[in-house]
């Protein structure tokens, strides 16, 4: 086989064989002028469409399947020249309005002028039958926009930007996408989902920033700051900051002092000090910490609007009622939810938070009939309806998002109706959403918050309900009895065990709903869970291997990380001879997908899982059904989207499926923590299957070092709030 060579060819573009829309890599057959067989080139060629003319540079290889094939370093495209060129141009579904019908008709009308007639006088296309008014105006916006577009990705592309992105550049900015790059390429990461600070440097360096421009350090800075937020802190101190800007930015230290100085002054971030350490905040996120002191001691210093009752009495009628005797713990719990105007119920399972809440709900319907019941995901608010028997909502369908300008419409303004509101998986409340949430509860309404806070925190920045406990400004019940019923499941007391810092019990007992499968070699760990996976849980417990079970796994990659077995389960449990390929993933219709981000406008939030029921091509469209809600997707907006038949133990919080099966390996020793297996245990209903070593488990349970997150808002609580009364 000769070696490689450089060379160039130049054809016209017959079809388009295979496109990556994110990273621009397609493969086309070219029909040179004077040969019969058509060329097979491939490359980064973003804006090519079938009729067009490319000059291409590039090399010859063979590919052992596809044989001889060019790929192309480099390229221009011209218009296309002849008349089949065009009618090729126009058929390729590149302009909404037009298919291969309405090319034909367009070509045969005009001929070579066709293009001209787009470009100059667009309304004759009116002069074609089928085309009214509304198609015209579809077909003239289509085509003035992949005029533009194609102008911005070719430059975007000279600084290594994919298509998918430039066409996002392109709906923020339209025609002056251009000239804003070149202004600020950093103003595209605060602007753009998925653009961070580094993918704008890069455009930046491209443009010829220097490192020291001080657009380069505010972006810098703030990214820093937004990208520890998702990460779970609200703010940095000072020096951690100062150490990490200056390894991301490469620049003197003297210069991130000024630029944090210059920020702080202009207000866009907020500089304090806490217990003698300066303290950094973007402003946003400052706002929200104050805002969720401010409105707790709002409500703490109001009256509540319900009546007194004979706590004696209440407790006996209750029991009475629910045929049951409440523990010490239980009556004390439900005492304090009856008197005071906040009260936190923290406890972990079988602790008899349910019965609890069921406790309060009998009495309290008895006063009023202006009762909410909330949780901060679908799944969660599910749970709580079916233990209650009462409408439980999200948090965020409760507060009514505004999809006209943003936020929610229930706040000061038009607070929530009611008397009482419960607040369960309080844990998973982030910032941003508690100081949501506190904003829209009435002065006179009562508010009790149950969650366990030895879970994981929110995904989202803050560690909310920890702070609230700890600042012992509001009155806390800690429950710790596990109830009889619950001690006979090995779930709920290994996961009491591992809580405690105790090796859980792995014996594996014919009848226990807790199995440990030990394998040392993570291809060993995969084959396992495959096998429990497609043949053993559903032969044994008749489980759906898609609806019942769900993977956990501490990390994103390595060999038994999310990305790996979500790749292995995928083809699997759901191979497909069409899949789509976007965004570096590869999707197929009855695929399990999890949500990455809040997104109001769909009604789906970030860790929301739910499996794709279609893949219109020809529309660029998915389907995703998330419990009931059906969701529809552009192709560009895949990015919100992932697999989901493994994920991160951190996004299913608040979430419960009848078994959990989790790897548990020394590669992920830097993950292994006490919290994040104890909140992975309690994922699961019916079944938790460990696969790993002993050695992993045992450095899980003992590594009880909590990852610190950096947060204000125990200092703003402490400052603000005033002490606990004694009833």
Not at 170 to 188: F, H, M, T, W
Not at 273 to 286: A, F, K, M, N, S
Not at 483 to 507: C, E, L, W
Request: aromatic share 8%; proline share 4%.
């Amino acid at each position: 086989m000769t070696e490689p060579y450089h060379d160039q060819i130049t054809g016209c573009v017959e079809n388009i064989v295979f496109a990556s829309e994110e990273s621009g890599f397609k493969i086309a057959n070219l029909k040179e002028p004077k040969k019969k067989e058509l060329t097979s080139i491939l490359g980064p060629l973003p804006t090519i469409q079938p009729g067009e003319t490319l000059f291409c540079k590039g090399i010859w290889k063979h590919h052992p399947k596809y044989g001889k094939q060019f790929e192309v370093t480099s390229y221009e495209q011209s218009a296309p020249t002849d008349i089949l060129g065009i009618q090729k141009y126009l058929e390729s579904g590149l302009i909404k309005g037009i298919g291969p019908s309405y090319a034909k008709k367009i070509v045969d009308k005009f001929g070579i002028n066709t293009l001209k007639v787009l470009d100059e006088n667009p309304e004759k296309l009116s002069q074609i039958p089928g085309i009214g008014a509304k198609r015209l105006e579809l077909i003239q916006k289509h085509w003035k926009e992949q005029h533009a577009i194609r102008h911005v990705m070719i430059f975007l592309q000279g600084h290594h930007i994919s298509p998918n992105l430039a066409q996002k550049i392109y709906k923020l900015y339209g025609d002056e996408s251009i000239q804003r790059v070149q202004e600020n390429p950093y103003a595209l990461a605060k602007k753009i989902f998925g653009v961070g600070f580094k993918t704008a440097d890069t455009i930046a360096h491209h443009l010829g920033f220097e490192k020291s421009s001080p657009h380069r350090v505010d972006a810098g800075i703030e990214f820093l700051l937004w990208e520890l937020s998702n990460e779970g802190h609200v703010c940095m101190p000072h020096a951690e900051l100062l150490i990490q800007a200056k390894t991301l930015l490469e620049v003197e230290e003297t210069l991130i002092e000024q630029r944090l100085e210059a920020l702080s002054l202009e207000q866009q971030l907020i500089a304090l000090e806490i217990d003698g350490i300066l303290t950094h905040w973007v402003r946003p996120l400052y706002l929200k910490e104050i805002s969720i002191a401010q409105q707790l001691d709002r409500l703490l210093s109001s009256k509540c609007s319900l009546r007194e009752v004979d706590l004696s009495k209440a407790i006996d009628w209750v029991e009475e009622k629910m045929h049951l005797r409440l523990a010490e713990e239980q009556k004390h719990a439900l005492l304090e939810s009856l008197q005071r105007k906040i009260h936190i119920i923290t406890g972990g399972p079988g602790t008899g938070k349910s019965t609890i809440t069921k406790g309060i709900l009998r009495i309290t319907e008895k006063l009023t009939a202006s009762i909410l019941l909330a949780a901060p995901t679908g799944r969660a608010a599910k749970r709580l309806g079916e233990i209650t028997h009462k409408k439980a909502f999200t948090i965020h369908s409760l507060l009514e998002f505004d999809y006209t300008n943003g936020g929610f419409k229930k706040g000061k303004d038009n607070p929530l109706s009611c008397d009482l509101l419960i607040i369960d998986e309080a844990s998973m409340i982030d910032t941003y959403l508690m100081s949501a949430l506190l904003q829209a509860i009435p002065s006179h309404a009562r508010l009790i918050l149950i969650g366990d806070v030895d879970q994981l925190p929110s995904v989202g920045p803050g560690n909310v309900l920890k702070d609230l406990i700890q600042s012992e400004k509001i009155f806390v019940t800690r429950l710790t009895q596990i109830f009889r019923q619950a001690a006979n499941s090995k779930i709920i007391t290994n996961a009491h065990r591992v809580n405690q810092g105790y090796f859980p019990d792995i014996s594996n007992e014919p009848s226990s709903d807790f199995i440990f499968l030990e394998s040392e070699e993570p291809e060993e760990i995969q084959a396992k869970i495959l096998h429990l996976v497609q043949n053993e849980l559903p032969q044994k417990y008749h489980f759906n291997p898609l609806q019942d079970i769900q993977i956990l796994s501490p990390m994103k990659r390595g060999g038994v990380g999310i990305e790996n077995l979500n790749h292995l389960l995928q083809k699997n449990l759901n191979p497909s001879t069409q899949a789509l390929h976007k965004m570096g993933r590869s999707f197929h219709v009855g695929d399990k997908v999890i949500q990455l981000k809040n997104n109001y406008d769909k009604n789906v939030f970030n860790g929301d899982v739910g499996f794709i029921q279609d893949i219109d091509f020809e529309e660029e469209l998915v389907t995703v059904d998330f419990d009931e809600n059906s969701v529809l997707y552009n192709f560009s907006d895949l990015d919100e989207l992932t697999l989901a038949y493994a994920i991160s133990i951190h996004k299913y919080q608040g979430s419960e499926c009848p078994c959990i099966i989790m790897p548990i390996h020394t590669s992920h020793f830097k993950l292994l923590y006490r919290n994040l297996l104890y909140t992975g245990i309690t994922r699961g209903k019916k079944l938790v299957v460990l696969v790993g070593t002993k050695k992993a488990l045992f450095l899980a349970v003992k590594n009880d070092t909590i990852l610190k997150r950096f947060t204000g808002l125990k200092h703003f609580l402490c400052q603000t709030l005033p002490e606990i009364t004694t009833l």
